[in-house]
T-cell receptor, first 111, second 117 residues
């Protein structure tokens, strides 16, 4: 079945440093979504990417979808303590209703 | 803003007992999901539900699990005979007001923490 891996599993950064998490699917995707989960919370939608090579920005966050629609990345510039949490990609193949979540990257920001 | 609500927030049950987890999806959504998350691990897909029937289910969703939309409002997950390894946070999610291709985001509830002793 479809597998979605993320690296790294954990990342500790000093406040102000940049952070990137990478998401890789074993199959070509219809679209990919990114979610953030704070400790003790539920996943909260951040962004969706649909087109091959698409790049979207949300303030300090930059999201990319690979040309082959099998990988994606989330980059945070100048991290803040409020960025702490686990970032998940969620991948959907064509003709399916289900989103498969990646393994997640847990970000810790040290003040 | 409309939200997905789940009850109870925490359920403790003995091994072998049946549990029903309840969810009220956002009212105009058409697609419903159950996911589970074992502490500190990834969010695992269990089942998707559309047009009053299961669309897809994972290997985890065996004969012990069932879902129902009994009254057009609630969406329930039943575990017939709970096992220790069923202990997890169970999230309900809903999305979509049209075709699946509309790519709407998943809206998650706050989850039910199930503890099987």
């Amino acid at each position: 079945g479809q597998q979605v891996m993320q690296i790294p599993q954990y990342q500790h950064v000093q406040e102000g440093e940049d952070f990137t998490t990478y998401c890789n699917s074993s199959t070509t995707l219809s679209n990919i979504q990114w979610y953030k989960q704070r400790p003790g919370g539920h996943p909260v939608f951040l962004i969706q990417l649909v087109k091959s090579g698409e790049v979207k920005k949300q303030k300090r966050l930059t999201f990319q979808f690979g040309e082959a629609k099998k990988n994606s990345s989330l980059h945070i510039t100048a991290t803040q303590t409020t960025d702490v949490g686990t970032y998940f990609c969620a991948a959907r193949g064509s003709g399916t209703y289900k989103y498969i979540f990646g393994t997640g990257t847990r970000l810790k920001v040290l003040a | 803003e409309p939200e997905v609500t789940q009850t109870p927030s925490h359920q403790v049950t003995q091994m072998g007992q049946e549990v029903i987890l309840r969810c009220v999806p956002i009212s105009n959504h058409l697609y419903f999901y159950w996911y589970r998350q074992i502490l500190g691990q990834k969010v695992e897909f269990l089942v998707s539900f559309y047009n009053n029937e299961i669309s897809e289910k994972s290997e985890i969703f065996d004969d012990q699990f069932s879902v129902e939309r009994p009254d057009g409002s609630n969406f329930t997950l039943k575990i017939r005979s709970t096992k220790l390894e069923d202990s997890a946070m169970y999230f309900c999610a809903s999305t979509g007001t049209g075709a699946v291709s509309d790519n709407s985001p998943l809206h998650f509830g706050n989850g039910t923490r199930l503890t099987v002793t």
